[in-house]
Structure formats: C-alpha cells, structure tokens
C-alpha cells in the first residue's frame, strides 16, 4: 500500500477539507471528489467530542451544519443527525481512513488537546490494521505543544506546525519540533524562506491556494505541496504543465 507520488517539478496537491469548493466541507462526499480528481492528498481537521475524534473544522455548529452552539454542547447521537451539507453528516475520524486509507497522503490538522491526546491511538490502530502507513500521514498543528507531543507518542509519522504570521524563528521552532515540513500562509511563501526551509530538509507545504495564478507563482517558488478548496482547477493547471 504504497504513498501516492507527484511529479517532483510540481507541487503536490492536497484537497484542503475536501474538495470544498463542490461539496461540503469535512465531509465524505468532499473526500471522495478529492479522490476520483485524483488529488495527491486530502486535509481534514479533528475535534475530540465524547471520546470520539470528529472531522469538523469549527468549535461552533453554525457554519457548517444544520446545528447552533457548541460542538461539544451536544451528545454524538445529536451531532450525528446533524446536515453536515447535501445530507452529509459529521464524519467520524475512522471513516475517512476507511475511504482514503492507503489511497492518498492523509494530513490531519489538530484542533483541540483532546483530539491531541486520542489521535497516537486511533494512528496507531489504524497502522496494525494495514489501513494505514506511516508515509501516508502527516499530522499539523497551529499548537506547537500538539506537535511536541505526537512527536513522542507517534515516532516515524511526519509532523508539521502551521504558521500564519511572519515570524523570525520559523525554522527554529520547526527544528527543535523534530518536524518534516513547514505548513505556511501563502503570504509567507517568499524565496527566502522556502530556500533556508529546503536547505534544513523541510517540505513547505502552503495554504490555501485557489487561483491558477497563485499556484503558479508557488511552483516557481518551488514549494513541495499546496492546499487548496478546488483540486479541480488545479490539478487541471498541473496536467497542462505534465504536457
């Protein structure tokens, strides 16, 4: 069950919560369209709710589905019943292994300790299964201290802290993080930057591009992955660049 590989002269492309741009976000049928597009990857974002790591990006119910209030105000039988979006509902963490394990990259974005705490577990059944390698996962993180801790429990799986904002000690924290790649803002992508994270064998990883102009500016960057809501209009840009 080997990783999925791209062309190294183009970035790879990560289907950021799905294919959002034609389906809910978080949600399977978003997944699903990421992988019949052929997307390098997909990314998600997990909540521990109840002892169960939810795919939902938001700590409030409003945005996404047909629910108000707190995520973690409600019981997993209500969350369940919830329109995540065209009748889709919250995924748990376990279905989305079982529909792209193996299949394609899976990076998964903490956004809670608990989710923090449960994932090493929920990984590592996933791996001892064969549902799952350790090539194939990359966990990130905007908390470092999420990060520090994977790196103890769930050695030889790839980690990355995001970055939103400039700042002087990127590569510093990356390194003393023992992380495998930066997860950047576009508007962090600048030729220096991405020169000094290669030249530490650091992958960068950027979001969340959804224009053919700026993917083109970041594969001249030479960034190794962009994230991005329609992996439809890019991976047809990346195909006229295979030509």
């Not at 389906?23 to 052929?38: C, H, I, S, V």
């Not at 629910?67 to 369940?80: I, K």
């Not at 992958?203 to 329609?230: G, H, I, P, S």
């Amino acid at each position: 069950m080997a990783a999925v590989t791209h062309k190294p002269s183009l970035p790879a492309c990560f289907a950021h919560r799905g294919a959002a741009a034609e389906f809910p976000e978080n949600t399977l049928p978003a997944f699903r369209r990421a992988l019949e597009l052929g997307a390098d990857g997909i990314e998600l974002d997990v909540r521990l709710v109840h002892q169960r790591l939810l795919v939902i990006h938001d700590e409030t119910l409003d945005r996404t589905t047909s629910g108000t209030g707190s995520v973690y105000a409600r019981s997993l039988a209500s969350l369940r019943r919830l329109d995540a979006g065209g009748g889709a509902r919250i995924p748990y963490l376990e279905e989305v292994i079982e529909l792209v394990g193996g299949r394609l990259m899976l990076n998964i974005e903490i956004k809670d300790d608990g989710a923090a705490a449960m994932l090493p577990a929920t990984i590592s059944r996933a791996l001892r299964r064969g549902m799952l390698e350790p090539s194939g996962v990359i966990i990130s993180s905007f908390n470092t201290n999420h990060v520090r801790r994977l790196r103890n429990e769930l050695p030889g799986i790839a980690l990355a802290p995001i970055f939103s904002h400039q700042r002087q000690d990127l590569l510093k924290i990356a390194r003393e993080l023992h992380a495998s790649a930066l997860h950047i803002h576009h508007c962090l992508a600048q030729p220096e930057l991405i020169a000094a994270a290669h030249a530490a064998q650091l992958a960068v990883r950027v979001y969340t591009v959804n224009t053919v102009q700026m993917y083109e500016r970041l594969r001249n960057l030479k960034v190794d992955a962009v994230f991005t809501d329609d992996p439809r209009r890019l991976i047809t840009a990346m195909r006229r660049r295979r030509r």
